[in-house]
């Protein structure tokens, strides 16, 4: 199923009314969608509304562009993982997050516990690399210094809220159903259709444990 026709399931109308405003291209063999509702999720994110002169309005570029590397990394964590299964992985950045698809085959419980945590892993990996390299940015290079802190702060962050309950119809909203390819989001996991009538809380990678 193309993942174009699974994100207007998932995140309605506002998406389609405008999904020719994309960005599309290829990485390491994945087709990936940028929507430009996550354009306006980073620079919210990125302070763009409180920008007030040039300095500003250049920081708030690099924020845009660490997230966007930021949550890209994630996501072809799990496309990766995902291909080792012979998936046929798909990725679109959303105003909501991340988004991978995962049609082409079915996963086993382990394979799905590690396809879930593969997101998580490559960004606190990109997190950990970017530590090691805070030590040699000169201390003159200012706007270096503030793209290699913007990005421990995005991966270290992101990456923990994946382990952090949130609601079970929650993820079923943004991960979609049994009938649809396997998606794993920004927040991981992968939802059943049963799942609707049981509002309780837990982690959505965890949660891969009793899948």
């Known amino acids: 199923m193309d993942v174009l026709a699974e994100s207007r399931r998932l995140t309605g109308t506002i998406y389609h009314e405008f999904e020719e405003k994309m960005i599309e291209f290829s990485l390491f063999g994945f087709p990936v969608r940028v929507h430009w509702s996550?354009?306006?999720l980073a620079f919210f994110l990125g302070g763009g509304f409180y920008a007030r002169d040039p300095d500003d309005w250049t920081r708030v570029l690099v924020a845009i562009g660490v997230i966007f590397v930021s949550i890209l990394v994630h996501e072809l964590?799990?496309?990766?993982?995902?291909?080792?299964?012979r998936a046929r992985p798909e990725i679109m950045l959303l105003g909501t997050g991340g988004l991978c698809s995962l049609p082409g085959t079915r996963f086993t419980r382990p394979q799905h516990i590690f396809v879930s945590f593969a997101?998580?892993?490559a960004g606190f990996a990109l997190a950990a690399l970017l530590y090691v390299a805070?030590?040699?940015?000169?201390?003159?290079?200012t706007l270096l210094r503030q793209a290699v802190a913007i990005g421990l702060f995005v991966n270290i962050v992101s990456n923990v809220l994946n382990l952090l309950p949130i609601s079970?119809?929650?993820?079923?909203?943004?991960?979609g159903t049994s009938s649809a390819p396997p998606m794993v989001n920004l927040y991981g996991g992968r939802a059943r259709?049963?799942?609707?009538s049981l509002p309780s809380w837990r982690s959505p990678t965890v949660s891969s444990l009793r899948a």
């Open 38 to 40: 996550f354009w306006l």
């Open 134 to 141: 805070a030590g040699a940015v000169p201390h003159h290079q």
């Open 193 to 196: 259709r049963r799942e609707r």
């Open 168 to 175: 079970r119809s929650m993820a079923v909203r943004s991960c």
């Open 77 to 85: 964590g799990h496309a990766f993982a995902g291909r080792h299964y």
């Open 119 to 121: 997101g998580p892993l």
